[in-house]
């Protein structure tokens, strides 16, 4: 079974910075996905983005960005210019086989990120 | 468009009552998860449809959990004599045909919070 650890229960940052949220997991697959969701206070849980293991490039999606280390098992999460509206629960999440459809997508215990205005 | 709708928004029931929480999916969308947040933690799946079918019920967590699906639309989640260890988020999610996000993600509801006294 694969496991995610996120070492950080909270951080927080200074509005406009920038600021690293943490991952790591253990899985011995070879072929697998990563992704990092963001859960505000409405408690949807809204997909910030997605790494596939097979590609050494780094994802980004604007002011977010990965740090994909597959030979580590590290997968932290970047946020420039911090907003107000990322103040959320950060979760990384790991999907083994391409599937969501069974225990093969795992979660960590998540990242509780604040903004300071 | 109208998201993944879950109703009730919150529920507090007594030890040992039934309760049922149901999810509007997104139309169209054939492939539809429960998860279960405990306070605290990550996401913990439970079951899976693709369409009105569950082939992975591994994640129910005792027989006082059940789950079904109808018109391959509106699901519902059944628990039984509930306890209080039954206190958590429950999230349904669903996608348009299951897999690994890259064309079909995972579009999240916003929980009902199951409160066991």
């Known amino acids: 079974a694969q496991t995610v650890t996120q070492s950080q229960p909270e951080m927080s940052v200074q509005e406009a910075e920038t600021v690293t949220l943490s991952c790591t997991y253990d899985t011995s697959e070879s072929d697998y996905y990563l992704f990092w969701y963001k859960q505000p206070p409405s408690r949807q849980m809204i997909l910030v983005i997605r790494q596939e293991a097979y590609k050494q490039q780094n994802a980004t999606e604007n002011r977010f960005s990965v740090n994909f280390q597959k030979a580590a098992k590290s997968f932290s999460l970047k946020i420039s210019d911090s907003q107000l509206g990322d103040a959320a629960m950060y979760f990384c999440a790991v999907l083994i086989d391409g599937f969501f459809g069974n225990e093969k997508l795992t979660f960590g215990t998540g990242t509780r990120l604040t903004i300071i205005p | 468009g109208a998201g993944v709708s879950q109703s009730p928004s919150n529920k507090v029931t007594e030890k040992g009552k039934d309760v049922e929480l149901r999810c509007d999916p997104i139309s169209g969308h054939t492939a539809l998860y429960w998860y279960r947040q405990r306070l605290g933690q990550g996401l913990e799946f439970l079951i899976y449809?693709?369409?009105?079918?569950?082939?992975?019920k591994s994640g129910l967590p005792s027989d006082r959990f059940s789950a079904e699906r109808t018109g391959e639309s509106v699901s519902t989640l059944t628990i039984q004599r509930t306890q209080q260890e039954d206190s958590a988020v429950y999230l349904c999610a669903s996608s348009l045909v299951g897999g690994t996000g890259e064309d079909s993600p995972l579009h999240f509801g916003n929980g009902t919070r199951l409160t066991v006294t």
């Open positions: 449809f693709q369409g009105n079918s569950a082939p992975d």
